[in-house]
């Protein structure tokens, strides 16, 4: 774990259950929630339970599941912020499963 990993970082007191979140679905390494400031019908955040360990195809397989569950036929989008130019505000990596409504490319 890093330095900031448990009780400095949002995302592991959302997965040790100690801030509420709306929680979607999880697996055995990744939990999903519904992000707090939704850009989208649909915006849900994927994140290994775990701070620094994560499976990537685990969080791909349970976005899709989730995606299908939401009924995003017309499309979906994953995105991960990685750093400042990013935007990226919480630093324990997540994916950002956002649809339900056409979206522009490039992003902004
Ligand atoms: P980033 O900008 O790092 O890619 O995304 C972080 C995301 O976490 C933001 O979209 C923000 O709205 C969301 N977020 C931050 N704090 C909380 C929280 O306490 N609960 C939930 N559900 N989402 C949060
Ligand atoms: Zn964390």
Redesign the pocket.
């Known amino acids: 774990m890093s330095e900031d990993a448990g009780r400095d970082c ?2 592991c ?2 997965a040790a259950g100690e ?4 929680r979607v679905a999880e697996s055995a390494q990744v939990l999903a ?7 989208a019908p649909t ?1 849900v ?1 994927l994140i290994p339970k775990q701070h620094v360990v994560a499976s990537a195809g685990e969080m791909f397989e349970l976005a899709a599941a989730i995606a299908r569950d939401e009924k995003l036929d017309q499309g979906w989008r994953l ?3 990685v750093g400042p130019h ?7 990596l ?1 994916l ?1 499963l956002i649809g339900g409504r056409p979206m522009q490319w490039p992003p902004g």
């Open positions: 949002v995302f007191r959302i801030i509420p979140a709306q929630f519904r992000d707090l400031n939704a850009q915006h955040l995105v991960t912020n990013a935007g990226q505000t919480v630093h324990h997540h950002h």
